[in-house]
């Protein structure tokens, strides 16, 4: 059990509840229980197998948990508003970018999905920031892992406003450079009133997380 | 996996992505543009279905023999029983690639209504593979014999049956999504639900043929479009949620 | 969202919910299922006896119709499990109780014999009276169809690891199958008129002499209490394999 200062939902981005689940007939975790407020960022760690990926879908409304449940602004994940819908961002192992598709096109496609088109000009901002600048119109199949990873980043980088960001593993393939970058961004988030939850085998440098253990339940400060 | 990128393509894009342009970016239109978009770009996803309907009907002549009076007799059943696997053909993999790339989460998470998104996706379906199918519907028709009226009826019906068996065939592959064996256990799925419109269409051509009216197949088929069309996409969008969990 | 199971000492809402609990559900089907079990020998094989042995020669059909003793109570309960899988299905998928959706799982391996027996006894009876083993009249062929709904569903639910996947995808499947039924029997006939098929209706029985109407009542009880009995004997063994080992 983490155990939490009592926090009213008011304050709370995310307040996950008695959290179990179960995958394969086999119970990962039970009696979860977190809360995410603006400006924080926490940093999920475990072991491979221990659930985090299974926790991050239930935590997006991906999959329901066994027991308990997850309020995004006091409303059930299950039934947010469209406008509650648009602050909450998922980043799963694959990139959602359809191979086919031009790095542009396939951005514009999930900022579409999540409400808001966006001008061309912010696209090419994003991916510069990224490294990217000349890839714009480059067909997602040519680019290599890391470079996909890091396009599906700069999709995070077209809100206007501070969101809720889960994302599962999203270190992955970058090299030392975007590995950087990330962890200034993320600071950068947090500073601007969004809230971070991630999981990642690759501990974060600067940027101040609390981190939560899921192997053992327990959790840690925050780092200094 | 790379692409060969076509010349015009390459050179030609320099299309801003604004709220005022023409490119849809979100909702049901949104997704269709990128369904089509995607599809212009690797040909097969509409060649197959087409090539494999052609293939199947030129079996029938070469296994019944090519008297013309029984061609004519069974070309009705034969268009819309290739029409019927063609479709399924294309259909079992209709959400596996979202699926695959996590697209599909992203849809289920975002603020735009799955059914929409789904009617999108059934959409662009539809234009990739039942819309040629209609298109090459007279040329079979000729193929097989019919007179000019029954070709009229035979498109039509083609028109009002092929939306429906896209319908189906999402549901049927949502239902199945990620599983083993799974275009074996979408055809199983949709067959008993396709029947009804296979009767129907096939049905008014058979009434063409015979001179009589084909309206009140054609009517049975359209009420059955109707229906089809408000229940199959909330229920794919529900099994496509059920599916990712 | 909470698990379905109700703990023994909770009080229960209705009377019939108190069963959502897998034990208490364990307690009443070990219970019931022995006597179904019995009700279904006993009367099945009264039921044979008057059929074959007590009834008399039909005037018309002689004494081919005897197999009706058979066909007509599977057909009726082939119709009648497709509607129990899609009533519990539903109950399981909306009240979230697991115990409803196993029913619906158990129903449908004796549905699917069911639909088989009605087809192969429509066939015996075919044979005989039309001379031929099978014809594509509106019944037999809506039969079949039934058939193919009821394979599609257990394939379905087979081939999904997860429990939970398992019963919300079967159903939302039985439920889109029950809504169709009446459309495919429906256009089934139609196609029959319009094709001229085969006019000889199943149900043009002749006037029933009281020994018939016994046997065929016989009959009926024994397929009925086979259905519940096997289903709840098949529910049991669901239950077991998916609740207590884990």
């Known amino acids: 059990m983490i155990s939490e200062p009592a926090r009213t939902d008011a304050t709370a981005l995310l307040q996950a509840t008695r959290l179990a689940c179960r995958r394969g007939g086999r119970r990962l975790f039970s009696g979860f229980e977190l809360t ?25 409304g991906l999959a329901r948990p066994d027991d308990g449940e997850v309020r995004y602004d006091g409303a059930p994940v299950h039934a947010l508003s469209p406008v509650q819908r648009g602050r909450l961002r998922y980043l799963g192992h694959t990139n959602a970018l359809k191979s086919e598709l031009r790095v542009v096109e396939a951005l514009a496609f999930l900022s579409g999905l999540a409400g808001e088109p966006v001008p061309r000009a912010r696209v090419q901002a994003a991916l510069s920031r990224w490294g990217l600048a ?43 450079e975007g590995l950087a970058l990330f962890d200034d961004w993320l600071t950068e988030h947090a500073a601007r009133g969004g809230a971070v939850l991630l999981t990642s085998h690759i501990p974060l440098r600067s940027a101040p997380v609390r981190v939560v253990d899921l192997a053992s339940l327990t959790g840690t400060g925050p780092r200094p | 996996m790379t692409a060969r990128v076509p010349a015009s393509l390459a050179e030609g894009r320099a299309a801003p992505v604004a709220p005022a342009r023409a490119t849809p970016s979100g909702g049901h239109l949104g997704v269709m543009a990128r369904d089509l978009r995607v599809a212009g770009r690797q ?3 509409w060649l197959l279905p087409l090539a494999f309907f052609v293939a199947a009907l030129s079996l029938f002549p070469l296994g019944l023999g090519a008297d013309p009076t029984l061609l004519r007799r069974v070309a009705p059943g034969v268009v819309w029983v290739c029409a019927l696997l063609s479709m399924m053909l294309s259909v079992n993999q209709m959400f596996s690639a979202d699926l695959a790339d996590g697209s599909l989460e992203q849809m289920l998470i975002g603020r735009r209504s799955m059914v929409g998104l789904v009617a999108g996706r059934i959409l662009a379906q539809w234009l990739l593979s039942g819309g040629p199918l209609v298109l090459v519907a007279p040329l079979a028709g000729l193929a097989f014999g019919l007179s000019g009226d029954a070709v009229g009826v035979l498109v039509a019906s083609l028109l009002l049956g092929t939306p429906v068996m896209t319908m189906l065939g999402a549901l049927g592959a949502a239902l199945a999504l990620g599983l083993r064996n799974g275009a074996a256990l979408v055809f199983l799925l949709v067959l008993p639900l396709a029947m009804p419109a296979l009767v129907f269409g096939s049905g008014a051509v058979v009434a063409a043929t015979n001179g009589e009216p084909a309206g009140a197949a054609l009517s049975l088929l359209g009420a059955l479009l109707i229906l089809t069309a408000l229940v199959a996409p909330p229920a794919t969008a529900a099994a496509l949620r059920i599916s990712v969990e | 969202m909470t698990d379905a199971s109700l703990p023994s000492t909770a009080e229960p809402r209705a009377r019939w919910t108190r069963f959502a609990s897998p034990v208490r559900f364990e307690a009443l089907a070990s219970r019931l299922a022995p006597w179904c079990w019995a009700v279904a020998v006993l009367a099945g094989l009264a039921g044979l006896y008057v059929g074959f042995i007590v009834a008399p020669t039909d005037a018309t059909q002689g004494e081919a119709y005897r197999i009706l003793f058979i066909h007509v109570p599977a057909a009726w309960l082939s119709m009648i499990c497709y509607l129990a899988i899609a009533f519990w299905a539903v109950i399981g998928w909306v009240l979230k109780a697991r115990m409803a959706s196993r029913l619906a799982r158990a129903l449908a391996p004796s549905g699917a014999l069911y639909t088989a027996m009605a087809l192969w006894t429509g066939a015996l009876w075919g044979q005989p009276t039309w001379g031929t083993w099978w014809v594509w009249d509106a019944r037999l062929t809506s039969e079949l169809i039934l ?38 029997y429906f256009s089934v006939r139609w196609w029959n008129t319009l094709h001229q098929g085969a006019s000889i209706s199943m149900t043009a029985a002749p006037t029933m002499a009281q020994t018939m109407l016994l046997a065929l009542g016989l009959m009926t009880v024994a397929f009925w209490a086979h259905a519940i009995a096997a289903t709840l004997t098949r529910a049991r063994a669901l239950s077991f394999e998916q609740e207590w080992t884990e």
Request: charged share 20%; hydrophobic share 50%; with cysteine.
């Open chain 2, 43 to 45: 040909r097969t996803a």
């Open chain 1, 134 to 176: 000349g890839k714009i119109d480059a067909l997602v199949g040519s680019l290599s892992q890391g470079q996909r990873r890091k396009a599906a980043l700069a999709r995070l980088m077209l809100d206007d406003e501070a969101c809720t960001w889960l994302l599962d593993e999203p270190q992955e393939a970058l090299d030392a």
């Open chain 1, 36 to 60: 995410l407020e603006p400006g924080s960022a926490v940093w999920l760690r475990g072991p491979n197998g221990s659930g985090k990926t299974s926790l991050l879908r239930v935590l997006a």
């Open chain 3, 147 to 184: 058939l193919l709904l009821y394979l599609g569903y257990i394939a379905l639910v087979e081939s999904i690891d997860d429990d939970r996947r398992a019963a919300q995808a079967g159903a939302l499947l039985a439920l889109v199958g029950a809504l169709n039924v009446p459309i495919i």
